[in-house]
T-cell receptor, first 113, second 112 residues
Framework: QKEVEQDPGPLSVPEGAIVSLNCTYS??????FMWYRQYSRKGPELLMY????GNKEDGRFTAQVDKSSKYISLFIRDSQPSDSATYLC?????????????FGKGTLLTVNP | DTEVTQTPKHLVMGMTNKKSLKCEQH?????MYWYKQKAKKPPELMFV???????INESVPSRFSPECPNSSLLNLHLHALQPEDSALYLC???????????FGPGTRLLVL
């Protein structure tokens, strides 16, 4: 079993739809959870960062972490064509000297006008 | 400002060439990273520098040689690469001990 599982899609939705992107993980030590957006041929851009369980909202984006189920989600409301990108979840198990992120494979999202 | 810059944007090199990739950040971050990313794959960690010292080398072949001249700069020296080394090379930085990493736009490398 991979440490982080993410459905690679592709996911295609109409403009204005609510998008739900998800990752599951097996390492119960993970405490730090991130979502990155990566446009084609560009570097990943940090979208959301959550520590431990709970929800975090930033504009049209909401990140949820359920540590009991080892499941994280990113919701995009009122999706726009400019949201078309690959979304990567990433997680880590501690602060201090541990600098390693474990990434999901990424989900390719297309929002159609 | 959460900007990490990388040069060059694109690089084509032969297997006998020597070239260098450069990365710069001015966010005061003390951890800097090199990643390699192949198409449709997530980034793979290559090296981590913490306070200008190499702290992680993910068993990367010696044809890749990192260097951290100061807290703002990170270089990746390339020598005798193979065609399978063609990829997007990403630099990232973070505050030491903090998990959020900020990525640069990458250098797209093609080895002929």
């Amino acid at each position: 079993q991979k440490e982080v599982e993410q459905d690679p899609g592709p996911l295609s939705v109409p403009e204005g739809a609510i998008v739900s992107l998800n990752c599951t993980y097996s390492n119960s030590a993970f405490q730090y959870f991130m979502w990155y957006r990566q446009y084609s041929r560009k570097g990943p851009e940090l979208l959301m960062y959550t520590y431990s369980s709970g929800n975090k909202e930033d504009g049209r984006f909401t990140a949820q972490v359920d540590k009991s189920s080892k499941y994280i989600s990113l919701f995009i409301r009122d999706s726009q064509p400019s949201d078309s990108a690959t979304y990567l979840c990433a997680m880590s198990d501690s602060g201090g000297s541990n600098y390693k992120l474990t990434f999901g494979k990424g989900t390719l999202l297309t929002v159609n006008p | 400002d959460t900007e990490v810059t990388q040069t060059p944007k694109h690089l084509v090199m032969g297997m006998t060439n020597k070239k260098s990739l450069k990365c710069e950040q001015h966010m005061g971050h003390r951890a800097m990273y090199w990643y390699k990313q192949k198409a449709k794959k997530p980034p793979e960690l290559m090296f981590v520098y913490s306070y200008e010292k190499l702290s992680i080398n993910e068993s990367v072949p010696s044809r890749f040689s990192p260097e951290c001249p100061n807290s703002s700069l990170l270089n990746l020296h390339l020598h005798a690469l193979q065609p399978e080394d063609s990829a997007l090379y990403l630099c990232a930085s973070s505050q030491s001990g903090v998990q959020t990493q900020y990525f640069g736009p990458g250098t797209r490398l093609l080895v002929l």
